[in-house]
């Protein structure tokens, strides 16, 4: 079956910009979550979705937002864009939020 | 708060096992992980291990759960020119909220 389809795959955007990544995830799973990955921080959880709500917040301010339609697939905005924004954002999927996570290829997003 | 920790790099030959260690702190989670990650790739799930078990053997993956000390390794067996990425540990308790390692780069030496 497809994995978890990230688009796009890259993306270029200067400061004050706002950016939407999608995330469409395995076929069947419920849970999606969202990460940051950074050279200097690692890998950040920023939420994750389930169900269309919103169960869990890392701690990120509120320029970072997301959503989930009815059919499982999430997008993540970024607002009033920073150069500290520039990353690569993964996705995971899983099909509930307490089975294994399926990560996709990633948003590499830089702000310039 | 929550943590894990592993060195950050690790060097091997070719042919040799690699092993890869990793402490966490929290011992409520259900799951503990192991990623690879290859130069301009997400991260591939490569094995996991429930927090109720000791050890999980995959082909040429080992994992052991140390849950007393909250130590996790992964040893690659034979390991391949192929293998070099970085490999991220992991833990939680399912999808949401995972905590993940720094990373530790793995070079394999032909």
């Known amino acids: 079956k497809a994995g978890v389809t990230q688009t796009p795959r890259y993306l270029i955007k200067t400061r004050g910009q706002q950016v939407t990544l999608s995330c469409s995830p395995i076929s069947g799973h419920r849970s999606v979550s969202w990460y940051q990955q950074t050279p200097g921080q690692g890998l950040q959880f920023l939420f994750e979705y389930f169900s269309e709500t919103q169960r869990n917040k890392g701690n990120f301010p509120g320029r970072f937002s997301g959503r989930q339609f009815s059919n499982s697939r999430s997008e993540m905005n970024v607002s009033t864009l920073e150069l500290g924004d520039s990353a690569l954002y993964l996705c995971?999927?899983?099909?509930?939020?307490?089975?294994?996570?399926?990560f996709g290829q990633g948003t590499r997003l830089t702000v310039v | 708060g929550e943590d894990v920790e592993q060195s950050l790099f690790l060097s091997v030959r070719e042919g040799d096992s690699s092993v890869i260690n990793c402490t966490y702190t929290?011992?409520?989670?259900?799951?503990l992980y192991w990623y690879k990650q290859e130069p301009g790739a997400g991260l591939q799930l490569l094995t996991y291990?429930?927090?109720?078990?000791d050890m999980k053997q995959d082909q040429r993956l080992t994992v052991l759960l140390n849950k007393k000390d909250k130590h996790l390794s992964l040893r690659i067996a034979d390991t391949q020119t192929g293998d070099s990425a970085i490999y991220f540990c992991a833990e939680g308790s399912g999808g949401f909220k995972t905590i993940f390692g720094a990373g530790t780069r793995l070079f394999v030496k032909a």
């Open positions: 929290d011992s409520s989670s259900t799951y």
């Open positions: 291990i429930f927090s109720n078990m």
């Open positions: 995971a999927s899983s099909l509930a939020s307490n089975t294994e996570a399926f």
